[in-house]
């Protein structure tokens, strides 16, 4: 119950914030532009790809990479969006206010990441709206786009984790937004690597967030990605209790 | 742990926090029933605000227990949320949402309900003259409105307990005398108090008792109507102070110079007496009026105290 309050607080307070309407607003617009150009290349090479069989379809060349485009954006975006999520409370000292109220520190966490995941979720419904507006004139491959739905929308709950994870080590939200771009980025950096981690060191690339998002995102859904992407939420949120709840106790 | 005051609505019993390497709050204990009002006094660094936040449940304790309404904190985490009100030394209000969505957000906090919450909000609107700015985001106001929206924050559910850090932080002689009338009306309805202030003309205006905080120990904890009344009187001749004080009622006396004499009574309504006796003496006084308040001088005596290594 205190974890709904906490969140429908945290959800008020985003939605008053120009910064987070600025994010929002760039971010689809970027997408959005992207979309289109994307759209524009696929109608120029459709009449070609027809003639071949097994020629990649509107998902494969215009949705899912404009999903991918999302996910290297989310890199940014989730850091920024959380930083204040607890490093802004601590720092304005509505932290103690919630403690007084009696809020507990797992309720303060789940609260506000659930917040961030519910702003987040709505960005990626009207990503999905663009490829999805044009599905009674396309054909489209619907198992392929949820899997790689459900690795976005994985990626994104994962990223911001390690956002307010890094929100609840600091008091000072630039700092906390920095902590989780340079996690997040380390985290991402296998993708630059390629093949050649994993052959190098196979435990830095199953750490690795592409390792784990590349499958979802060709449509192959497997457990062991999924539980990668879970774990790392709960680690993150975990810190984040722990954290928060010694405060009270060292604070 | 034995409460040694069965049922207080606020407990502590031998509190002890320590905060950056230092020891913050050393072995605390008083308690507070309804209705009583409690100021705590303390020069800065005395461990006021930390005492407050661990009163509050903001702060956990590093030993010693404090219950409230006979239930240890420690025990039940949540319990603050209908229990207590507390308004921090700088009103924490979240700057990005208006004064209305501020009380609303304190009130889901608190589990109240919408109708409770908008009812409770215009009443305390009204009560704290804030209806001028109701619409303002918290982040726009000036020192006072926002101690005065953190008050209404900490008044809305009505709780039992009021924990209060120098709540007249930034309010004109106006506002504070509403904040003081508000108290006494608060306490006549059995709330306990508890308020920290620098102000000790706030602390006698309101406060039942008082607990002087030093070096984070806890050096005095009476009523304030206990603390005796002092006096300077004047006198035409020389007079023996040794004498003065072998007079009823007379607690302390002591020479300012040779024409003016300090006395400290038991009772404030002994002055009259005090009178009679002086003349019968053949000392009569030539002027009496009220020394330097004793809680000041208290407070001062404590205060200029150095720890004991």
Redesign the interface.
């Known amino acids: 119950m205190e974890t709904l309050t906490v969140a429908r607080i945290e959800f008020r307070r985003l939605a008053v914030r120009p910064m987070v309407w600025w994010l929002t607003a760039a971010t689809l617009a970027w997408l959005a532009w992207n979309f289109i150009i994307g759209l524009s290349g696929f109608l120029k090479l459709e009449p070609r790809l027809a003639a071949l069989p097994g020629a990649p379809g509107f998902t494969d060349l215009v949705a899912v990479p404009l999903l991918a485009q999302f996910a290297q954006i989310a890199l940014l975006l989730a850091p920024l969006l959380a930083m204040s999520s607890l490093a802004g409370e601590r720092r304005n000292g509505t932290l103690s206010m919630l403690f007084a109220a009696g809020t507990g520190a797992s309720g303060i966490v789940l609260g506000k990441y659930l917040a961030l995941l519910t702003w987040m979720g709505i960005m990626l419904l009207l990503v999905l709206a663009m490829p999805l507006s044009l599905a009674p004139a396309t054909a489209l491959d619907w198992g392929k786009l949820a899997a790689a739905s459900l690795g976005i929308a994985l990626l994104l709950a994962t990223l911001l984790a390690l956002a307010v994870a890094c929100s609840a080590a600091t008091a000072q939200p630039a700092l906390a937004a920095t902590g989780a771009l340079i996690l997040s980025l380390l985290l991402w950096a296998g993708s630059l690597a390629g093949s050649d981690l994993a052959t190098a060191s196979p435990v830095l690339h199953y750490l690795t967030l592409p390792t784990h998002l590349r499958p979802l995102l060709r449509g192959w859904v497997d457990t062991r990605d999924l539980v990668y992407f879970l774990l790392l939420i709960g680690l993150a949120l975990s810190f984040a209790v722990h954290r928060l709840g010694n405060e009270r106790k060292l604070g | 742990m034995h409460s040694s005051v069965p049922h207080a609505l606020l407990q502590l019993n031998k509190v002890y926090r320590r ?1 950056g390497g230092h020891d913050v709050v050393q072995g605390v204990s008083l308690s507070l029933q309804a209705g009583e009002v409690l100021g705590l006094l303390g020069v800065n660094g005395a461990g006021k605000s930390t005492t407050l ?1 661990m009163m ?5 304790a590093d030993r010693g227990q404090i219950t409230v309404q006979g239930r240890n904190l420690a025990e039940v ?6 229990t ?1 009100g ?1 308004l ?1 030394e ?1 009103a ?6 208006s004064v209305t ?1 501020q009380l609303h ?2 009130g ?3 589990g109240l309900n919408l109708r409770r919450r908008t009812q409770r909000s215009r009443q305390l609107l009204d009560t704290l003259h804030l209806n001028d700015v109701e619409t303002r985001l918290c982040g726009q106001l000036s020192l006072g409105q926002r101690q005065r929206v953190g008050l209404a ?1 900490a008044l809305l559910h009505e709780p039992p307990l009021l924990i209060l850090d120098e709540p007249s932080n930034g309010l004109d002689p106006l506002q504070a005398e509403m904040l003081r009338n508000l108290l006494r009306e608060r306490a006549a309805a059995g709330v306990g108090i508890v308020l920290s202030t620098h102000l000790l003309s706030e602390v006698t205006a309101v406060c039942t008792r008082v607990a002087i905080l030093h070096e984070g120990r806890l050096q005095h904890d009476a009523a304030v109507a206990a603390t005796p009344q002092a006096l300077r009187i004047g006198f035409a001749i020389p007079v023996d102070v040794t004498y003065l004080k072998t007079l009823q009622g007379v607690r302390e006396a002591e020479a300012e110079d040779p024409l003016q004499v300090r006395i400290v009574l038991e009772d404030p309504t002994q002055v009259a007496a005090l009178t009679r006796a002086l003349v019968a003496a053949g000392l009569p006084p030539v002027r009496i009026e009220p020394a330097s308040p004793p809680l000041a001088r208290l407070f001062l005596d404590i205060a200029s105290r150095r720890a004991v290594a």
């Open positions: 905060r936040m509050a449940g903001a702060l956990a985490p949540g319990q603050p949320r209908q207590l507390y921090p700088h924490p209000l979240w700057n990005e949402l969505e957000a304190s889901q906090l608190r924050c």
